[in-house]
């Protein structure tokens, strides 16, 4: 259970922010909010890719960024300046990156609501997630076509 | 011709940092690059090195015990330390000042912000 502290709505509204301004920062992307679940209603074709950071804090336990494979390798090539390595694994490690440092700045930006923390190496995946008990969503449009997903697990 | 060793498990963080050295002022420096923590190490024993930028978290040998390891080298204490973060507790923070870091950055950084922090280090660096 949360505290009062940390109120679900406070937490969805500041993972929006953490990941805007991510994205903003490192691939100069624009990020809107979405009401519309526009992630489950995209083509079933799309092929959709996640990384996960387990969080090791009193109240959180992970933070998750679902996104389309097509979107990852936009922002690869933007921040590689067009010049990204062709290896299989340059897509993973930019989502992986970039959920790391969301998932930082987010934690910093509840102060000290959330305790103390540190964040393990993330993991990366294929496929849409399920969504576990209990965890707050955030949804978001970027660069105005690809809907992405961000999933704080609680404890 | 400046030596920086930048350690992170991520390629392109690495990247991004390498960037944001070369347009703060390390544009003709030569860059290293180490995975983690031990990579880094074996690339700091090789060729002295003028600067080291490290992650925290990384596999094997992560940031702080890199900088424990460097903290207890004669060879390699005093060696300017920036340590480029998303995580960086208050504990870790306290340590990591403890063990002589120059600056402790989160990510995302920027160049501003990396040039700032560079100009306590090599105060001859020009944008």
């Known amino acids: 259970m949360m505290s009062?502290?940390?109120?679900?709505?406070?937490?969805?509204?500041?993972?929006?922010?953490?990941?805007?301004?991510?994205?903003?920062?490192?691939?100069?992307?624009?990020?809107?909010?979405?009401?519309?679940?526009?992630?489950f209603q995209i083509s079933q074709d799309t092929e959709i890719i996640w990384s996960r950071v387990?969080?090791?804090?009193?109240?959180?336990?992970?933070?998750?960024?679902?996104?389309?494979?097509?979107?990852?390798?936009?922002?690869?090539?933007?921040?590689y300046a067009g010049m990204a390595p062709e290896e299989a694994g340059t897509v993973f490690d930019t989502v992986?990156?970039?959920?790391?440092?969301?998932?930082?700045?987010?934690?910093?930006?509840?102060?000290?609501?959330?305790?103390?923390?540190?964040?393990?190496?993330?993991?990366?995946g294929e496929g849409v997630p399920a969504l576990g008990e209990g965890a707050v969503v955030s949804q978001c449009v970027v660069d105005e076509i690809h809907p992405v997903r961000i999933t704080l697990g609680v404890s | 011709m400046r030596r920086v060793v930048i350690a992170d498990d991520s390629a392109l963080a690495r990247m991004f940092l390498r960037r944001c050295l070369e347009i703060t002022g390390l544009s003709d420096a030569e860059f290293v690059e180490a995975s983690n923590g031990e990579e880094a190490l074996e690339r700091l024993k090789e060729l002295p090195a003028d600067l080291l930028?490290?992650?925290?978290?990384?596999?094997?040998?992560?940031?702080?015990?890199?900088?424990?390891?460097?903290?207890?080298?004669?060879?390699?204490?005093?060696?300017?330390?920036?340590?480029?973060?998303?995580?960086?507790?208050?504990?870790?923070?306290?340590?990591?000042?403890?063990?002589?870091v120059a600056g402790i950055l989160s990510k995302p950084i920027s160049p501003p912000v990396v040039a700032d922090a560079l100009s306590g280090i090599f105060p001859d660096c020009e944008v």
Request: no cysteine; hydrophobic share 40%.
């Open chain 1, 54 to 79: 387990a969080i090791h804090s009193e109240k959180l336990k992970s933070a998750e960024l679902v996104l389309p494979l097509e979107l990852a390798q936009d922002l690869a090539d933007t921040m």
């Open chain 1, 96 to 124: 992986a990156e970039l959920t790391n440092t969301l998932a930082g700045k987010f934690m910093l930006s509840l102060g000290g609501k959330a305790g103390d923390f540190f964040l393990d190496v993330p993991e990366s």
């Open chain 2, 53 to 100: 930028v490290t992650d925290l978290t990384m596999p094997g040998v992560n940031g702080i015990e890199l900088m424990r390891r460097i903290a207890a080298s004669p060879r390699l204490n005093g060696l300017p330390v920036l340590v480029v973060t998303s995580a960086g507790n208050e504990q870790q923070r306290a340590e990591l000042t403890s063990l002589g």
């Open chain 1, 4 to 39: 009062e502290t940390l109120n679900k709505d406070e937490l969805k509204e500041e993972l929006f922010e953490s990941l805007r301004d991510t994205l903003e920062t490192m691939a100069f992307a624009e990020v809107l909010p979405d009401n519309n679940d526009s992630l």
